[in-house]
């Protein structure tokens, strides 16, 4: 007998799978073992499950063991259900959870199960007795004559191009194929992704340079398993760091293997992928947010069968069903949507990291910005200048503080940036400028009483968006009409405070007049495939101004882009976060990687409160190394990433009471159960959102394995679930 163990897919934290079930004899020789995708009943119901294991015995008598109603075909692989099963381990989730990440998708979870099938069409083909009866003349309808005039010029088609262009339609090609004039099948039918190729994309490779070959050679010997196994590619923007990953892939393949590139979130790298795309050709599978779920399913299951042989996604892209797997690329590195936000709340980094080391694959994390993390812990292959042998631009810091009344509301930009913007649009050439907040004005308040304007979900300002006529919150979505007078007190004096991209694109509108100003933010790009259609205009126009928030900081490359400028450098600095750091110095250097790549040269004009913090008088030096070597001292002193690892127990409830009562609850019961040298740190309290009330518990940890299993077996207790009623709860392993 054959015993499955089987992890059913629901949502059900509680449930504690595996459970046994016997395989008949068709399923057995069907090939169904691990990974495979199983309709199972379960307490009354049917449910999808996934095979983790096959045993030849279970602990249940068999009688009472019931059989699988159905195999579904194309599960994942035995690799990738040990993949899921780490996952849900290591970030603290549910094994069912963990295994949806590599299950075919669409793989529907909880009440209706659901798979999704291939798209298949019929097909007609004409046969020899047809070709002779054209010829013969033999009689034919009008209608049967048509199909068979037009399948004897084109071979084969499909039964709705013959009814749409010969009126032929089931009946007629049920007559012909009778006759055995025709004969028809049932064919798959791709449903390929569109790819929009913004930018330059080149035809062939180019010859790489002497600094990219010598990457490119290092690479090739780690697929041969020499030297370290795990990279970092530290190159300037526009060091052809992309064409480095190009040609490492293609080593891979050349090698019977195949490769993943993962990049940020896909919208906002459209450039990357055609450009991929392009060199690849159908060789590669794309897996993204902007696919229809049958394209998507389309793609996995040429990964799956071996058709294509590289993927190329965002995140969840790490979870690709290749075999043999010669490399993982993770381009922009730095970049915070590989992790993921929900349950569970993966590192796509950590996950390919994981993965390539199992599967014994090439590491490489590249980027202008690397993380401190990966430019501590992995071997370092540099490209520092330009393919097209061009400087860096000379970043100007311009200090806000001289600028009296700057930070007010009229001169979110100084003069200088101003006039730039002006000469720059003159000259016909291109020019961007970021600021990292949408919509007008980021406050509102009452100039009689002071009052705030404040979302009633979340303790936030709501956010003036004139284009849209109304005040929103960018936490919990909420709208409502623009105030005319103050809820408080009733005076109509509203004053709006700061700026947002909207007021900046306006404000440079009428300064560089006639040149179009294009904006770049969620608000813009909120339809599907907005942000191409939005960098494509940029592109096509003569010349202009894009402005934007850090989307217009990501990946592209446009080469007359002259001056850059950001306005407010200091507001990712302000984030009470051990990573604001990290992220501002990200954020100007890649700002400041989009000027001058063209024969324009360029200039970069970067306004802040702080001249001289770190990270910005690092970016402005272009000075990485120097920025990196300062931010791991400093993460050191305070034992935080990579010196140690963190973890965080989010809570958060409508009940304020409740929600104090279950961190002290559980801070009481986790402190105790942690490692001596791990620390704990709160509850404290975060500001409201969506109407909960929010408190966060950090530990600090040089064994975060250890702790993980410790914060489980702690969170696993009885008194936890009682403390946790109207309180939720999610652990967030390396938080970002
Ligand atoms: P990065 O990813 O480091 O920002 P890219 O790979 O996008 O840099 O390269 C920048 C530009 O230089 C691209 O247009 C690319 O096609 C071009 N390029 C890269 N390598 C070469 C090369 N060896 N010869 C000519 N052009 C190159
Ligand atoms: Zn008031
Ligand atoms: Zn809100």
Redesign the pocket.
């Known amino acids: 007998m054959e015993i499955a163990k089987v992890e059913p897919i629901t949502t059900t934290r509680a449930l504690r799978g595996p459970f046994d079930y016997r395989l008949p004899a068709d399923m057995i020789e069907a090939g169904v073992g691990v990974g495979s995708l199983l309709m199972i009943p379960f307490s009354g119901r049917r449910i999808l499950g996934v095979v983790v294991d096959v045993a030849a015995e279970s602990d249940l008598p068999p009688e009472r063991l019931a059989e699988p109603l159905e195999a579904i075909e194309a599960g994942a692989t035995p690799e990738l259900v040990r993949l899921g099963l780490w996952v849900a381990e290591r970030y603290c989730s549910t094994a069912s959870r963990g295994l949806a990440l590599v299950l075919p998708p669409g793989s529907g979870t909880g009440k209706k199960p659901r798979t999704l099938k291939p798209l298949t069409e019929r097909r007609a083909a004409i046969t020899d007795a047809g070709r002779e009866a054209l010829r013969a003349d033999e009689r034919l309808g009008t209608k049967q004559r048509a199909a068979l005039e037009l399948l004897a010029a084109d071979g084969e088609l499909s039964g709705s191009a013959l009814n749409e262009r010969a009126g032929a339609g089931s009946v007629v090609l049920g007559r012909l194929a009778e006759r055995g004039l025709v004969e028809q099948r049932i064919a798959e039918v791709r449903r390929a992704p569109r790819i929009d190729v913004v930018?330059?994309?080149?035809d062939g490779?180019?010859?790489?340079?002497p600094r990219?070959a010598a990457c490119v050679a290092e690479l090739v010997r780690a697929l041969d398993g020499e030297g370290p196994s795990e990279r970092l590619l530290h190159?300037?923007?526009?060091?052809?760091?992309?064409?480095?990953?190009?040609a490492a892939i293609e080593a891979a393949l050349d090698r019977g293997r195949s490769a993943i590139l993962l990049v940020p979130e896909i919208g906002l790298t459209p450039?990357?992928l055609g450009?991929v795309a392009a060199r690849l050709g159908d060789r590669v599978a794309v897996i993204h947010s902007g696919l229809s779920e049958g394209e998507r399913f389309d793609e996995w299951r040429r990964l799956r069968s071996g058709a294509a042989r590289v993927c190329v996604g965002p995140r969840s892209a790490v979870f690709a069903p290749l075999t043999d797997l010669g490399l993982i690329v993770v381009?922009e590195e730095h970049d915070s949507s590989y992790k993921q936000e929900g349950d569970p709340r993966y590192d796509a980094r950590a996950v390919a990291r994981h993965r390539a080391a199992e599967a014994g694959a090439v590491y490489l994390a590249?980027s202008?910005t690397p993380r401190p993390e990966s430019w501590d812990e992995l071997a370092r292959l540099e490209?520092p200048e330009?393919?097209?042998g061009l400087p860096l631009p000379p970043v100007e810091v311009l200090d806000m503080r001289e600028v009296p009344g700057s930070s007010g509301p009229l001169h979110p930009v100084t003069r200088e940036a101003l006039s730039s913007l002006r000469e720059t649009a003159g000259e016909g050439a291109k020019a961007i400028v970021m600021l990292n907040r949408r919509g007008f004005s980021p406050h509102l308040s009452c100039g009689s009483c002071g009052a705030a304007v404040l979302c009633p979900n979340c303790d936030v300002s709501l956010v003036l968006h004139r284009g849209r006529d109304m005040v929103g919150c960018h936490h919990c979505g909420h709208t409502e009409p623009v105030p005319r007078t103050c809820a408080e007190c009733g005076s109509v004096s509203i004053s709006r405070h700061g700026a947002g991209t909207e007021r900046i694109e306006q404000l440079i509108g009428e300064l560089v007049s006639p040149a179009p100003v294009i904006r770049l933010d969620a608000d813009t790009t909120a339809v599907r495939g907005g942000h191409s259609n939005v960098l494509t205009a940029f592109e096509r126009a003569d010349g202009g101004v894009l402005v934007g928030t850090q989307m217009v900081a990501k990946?592209h490359?446009f080469?007359d882009v002259a001056l850059s400028v950001l306005i407010d450098a200091d507001s990712t600095l302000r984030y009470p976060d051990f990573r604001a750091e990290e992220r501002t110095f990200a954020l100007v250097s890649q700002l400041a990687?989009r000027s001058g790549?063209g024969d324009r040269g360029g200039r970069v004009l970067v306004q802040t409160l702080a001249p001289t913090a770190a990270p910005i008088a690092a970016a402005a030096d272009h000075d990485a190394a120097g920025f990196l070597a300062g931010e791991l001292e400093r993460r050191r002193e305070f034992g935080y990433p990579p010196f140690s690892s963190l973890l965080a127990i989010e809570l958060a409830s409508r009940d304020e009471v409740a929600l104090v009562g279950a961190g002290e609850t559980i801070a009481g019961l986790v402190r105790p159960a942690l490692g001596p040298d791990a620390e704990l740190l709160g509850p404290a309290p975060r500001f409201r959102r969506r109407g909960r009330y929010r408190r966060r518990l950090l530990i600090k940890t040089t064994e975060p394995e250890r702790d993980v299993a410790a914060v489980r077996a702690a969170l696993d207790r009885p008194e936890v679930t009682s403390a946790l009623h109207g309180v939720t709860l999610a652990v967030d392993v390396d938080p970002q």
Request: proline share 8%; glycine share 22%.
């Open positions: 930018g330059a994309v080149g490779p180019p010859e790489l340079s990219q190159g300037v923007t526009g060091s052809g760091k992309t064409e480095v990953y190009l450039q990357t450009r381009d590249g202008a490209l330009r393919v097209d990946g490359d080469p990687g790549r």
